[in-house]
C-alpha cells in the first residue's frame, strides 16, 4: 500500500472518527449525562464539604465540555484505527475493507475498553477518593497496554499456529491463550474500591452499562463509517492504478 493510500485512509478514518463520535455524543448524553448528574446530587447530599464556585459549570461540562471530548476522542482513535487498518488489510485474512474494518473495530472495542473495563470500571464523576486517581489512572492505562499488547501477540501465534493446527484450531489456541493470561492480569493487578459505602448500586450500574453502551456504539459506527468510506477509497485507487498501468502500456503496444 503506497503512501497516497494510506494518507488517504487516514484523512477518511478520522472523518469516521468524527461521524462516530457524533453517535456517542447522542448516547452519552440521552444515556449517561443523567446518571452522572443523579451521582453527583448523591455526593453533594453525603458530603460535609463546601468548597468554593466552580471553575466551569455543570451546564457547560455536560454540554460543550462533552462535545469537545468526545469529538476529539473519536477523531483521534479513528486516526489510529485508520493505520492500523493499513498494516492489518491483507495480513490477517482473506477480509475485505468492510470485513477488516469491522473485525478491527471489535478487536479494538474488546482491548482497548471491554478487558480493561471489567477489571477497573468506570465510576461517575465526583465520587471516589480523589487521591487515588493518578493510580487508577495507572493501572487502567497499564491494563490497557497489556491487552493490546497480548492482543498482537495472540494474532502472531494464531497465525504461526496455522499451518499445524488449522486456522479454527489455531485461532481456538491463541483465543484461549489471551484469555489465560488476561485472567492471570485480572488475578495479580490490585483491585481498587473507591466508592462510598451507601452509594446506591442501581445507580452504579446503570451508570456502567451507559459508559459500555456510549463506547459500544462509537467502534460500531466507526467500523461500519470507516469500511464504507475505505471500500470507495481503495476501490477508487485500484482502477487509478488500472488506468495509469494501461496508459504506460499503449505506448508500447505501438
Given at each position: 500500500m503506497n503512501s497516497a493510500t494510506v494518507r488517504t485512509l487516514l484523512v477518511r478514518g478520522m472523518l469516521a472518527g468524527l461521524v462516530a463520535g457524533l453517535f456517542a455524543l447522542v448516547t452519552a448524553s440521552f444515556l449517561g449525562e443523567p446518571h452522572v448528574d443523579a451521582a453527583i446530587a448523591f455526593e453533594e447530599a453525603h458530603s460535609h464539604e463546601h468548597g468554593?464556585?466552580?471553575?466551569?459549570?455543570?451546564?457547560?461540562?455536560?454540554?460543550?465540555?462533552?462535545?469537545t471530548a468526545v469529538l476529539v476522542y473519536g477523531v483521534a482513535i479513528g486516526g489510529i484505527a485508520s493505520l492500523a487498518f493499513s498494516f492489518a488489510l491483507g495480513r490477517v485474512g482473506r477480509f475485505?475493507?468492510?470485513?477488516?474494518?469491522?473485525?478491527?473495530s471489535g478487536a479494538a472495542f474488546l482491548c482497548v475498553y471491554l478487558v480493561p473495563f471489567l477489571k477497573y470500571p468506570a465510576n461517575p464523576p465526583s465520587v471516589g477518593d480523589p487521591a487515588s486517581l493518578d493510580k487508577r489512572t495507572a493501572l487502567y492505562f497499564l491494563m490497557v497496554l497489556l491487552s493490546l499488547l497480548l492482543a498482537v501477540g495472540a494474532t502472531i501465534l494464531g497465525k504461526r499456529l496455522a499451518p499445524r493446527l488449522g486456522n479454527w484450531n489455531a485461532t481456538v489456541t491463541a483465543v484461549l491463550g489471551f484469555v489465560f493470561v488476561i485472567g492471570l492480569a485480572y488475578a495479580f493487578l490490585p483491585s481498587l474500591s473507591e466508592l462510598p459505602e451507601h452509594f446506591p448500586a442501581l445507580l452504579l450500574w446503570r451508570f456502567r452499562v451507559s459508559t459500555l453502551a456510549v463506547q459500544l456504539v462509537l467502534w460500531a459506527a466507526f467500523g461500519l463509517t470507516f469500511g464504507h468510506l475505505a471500500e470507495r477509497a481503495l476501490g477508487t485507487a485500484a482502477r487509478g492504478e488500472k488506468e495509469t498501468a494501461s496508459a504506460a502500456a499503449a505506448p508500447a503496444a505501438n
Open positions: 468554593g464556585e466552580e471553575i466551569v459549570s455543570r451546564g457547560m461540562q455536560s454540554t460543550a465540555g462533552l462535545a475485505g475493507p468492510r470485513a477488516t474494518a469491522l473485525l478491527l
